[in-house]
């Protein structure tokens, strides 16, 4: 009897802590374009297991083209400051000036979900780049065709 009762025990304290460890930080970004014109939003969530986060974009009235995201190291989408790669030089396996590159035909929509990750994925540079990383920087979409600044997405600091 006294076996069943500390099995039960350790039982309950095992489903209390074990899933803490398994929360995921998440946000919603916000994109406006330079004009602030409000362009939709990338709900982005940290994978558990791997430590990469990924985005479900869900972005339109995009004009034709190609584009880019960057992550940036300012403070807001006015204060964007400089490529985050330049303060922060371990992350160039992260390919940082090009998270993500997608290309906008004439419906105007980017409808898609993204996972991020290194060129190469080690145990060194997995964790670099998080939503909790992220937070309170700016992601800034670029047009590839001009390289010109078309829209910025302020990783909210809490959600």
């Known amino acids: ?5 500390w099995t039960f025990i350790t039982f309950l304290c095992f ?15 916000e994109f406006f374009t330079k004009d602030k014109l409000n362009i939709g939003n990338a709900e ?12 479900k974009f869900k972005l339109k ?26 303060s922060k030089p371990e992350l160039s396996d992260w390919n940082i000036e090009n998270l993500v590159n997608f290309s906008i035909d004439k419906n105007g929509i ?6 991020l990750k290194p060129k190469i994925t080690t145990a060194n540079n997995r964790g670099l780049i998080s939503i909790g990383s992220m ?13 010109k600044f078309y829209a910025c997405g302020f990783v909210p600091i809490t959600n």
Not at 75 to 80: A, G, K, L, R, T
Not at 110 to 115: A, K, M, P, Q, R
């Open 110 to 115: 980017f409808n898609s979900t993204i996972g």
């Open 15 to 29: 489903i209390y802590i074990y899933p803490i460890q398994l929360i995921a930080d998440w946000t919603t970004v």
């Open 61 to 86: 009235n995009l004009e034709m083209g190609k584009y880019r995201i960057a992550l940036y190291d300012g403070d807001s989408c006015e204060n964007f400051g400089i490529p985050i790669i330049e």
């Open 44 to 55: 982005g969530v940290d994978s558990w297991f791997l430590q990469l986060p990924a985005f």
């Open 135 to 147: 937070r309170g920087k700016p992601l800034l979409i670029f047009k590839e065709n001009n390289n």
């Open 1 to 5: 009897m006294q076996s069943n009762i």
